[in-house]
């Protein structure tokens, strides 16, 4: 049985021009489709065309971001991948191939505490550039669809 996966949400909620060169920061609001009742917002790069020509790697933007996430409802958990590895919950092109701004969630169930981490993933070489964001669930009236972890 093939599962679908219904990728988040995001929607542009904030552009801030850096400069005279026409590069922006980007915040997007983002929703996990698993998780209801927490919203991320993720910070990105996007160079203008005026950088582009300057500097040329014109199909790509940097692998600058960052991300904060927070209980903004009453959270619903649906069934979550709960191995170490987490699931993808967010993937976004940031070159023309080549490289995508990817956000996994990871179940810590010991802290009992989603874990959102935002990286870039390249064909050729990883990203070392990373953050995370958490969002505790202890001490909060959680709804999960098939009862809690185990």
Known sequence: MA???????????????VDWMGNDIIVDAMTDPKVRGVTCHVTYFDRGVLDRLKNGNWFEDPSNNS???RQTGP???DDIELSKEGEEVFKQGMSLIWKKLVVNRIYD??????VYLIHSRQIV??????????????????????????
């Open 3 to 17: 599962l679908s996966v219904t990728p988040a949400r995001a929607e542009v909620v904030g552009e801030v021009g």
């Open 67 to 69: 991300i904060a996430c």
């Open 75 to 77: 959270i619903e958990i």
């Open 109 to 114: 169930k010991p802290n009992n505490t989603l």
């Open 125 to 150: 070489d990883g990203s070392a550039k990373m953050a995370i964001s958490t969002v505790p669930l202890f001490n909060q009236n959680v709804v999960w669809k098939n009862g809690p972890p185990k």
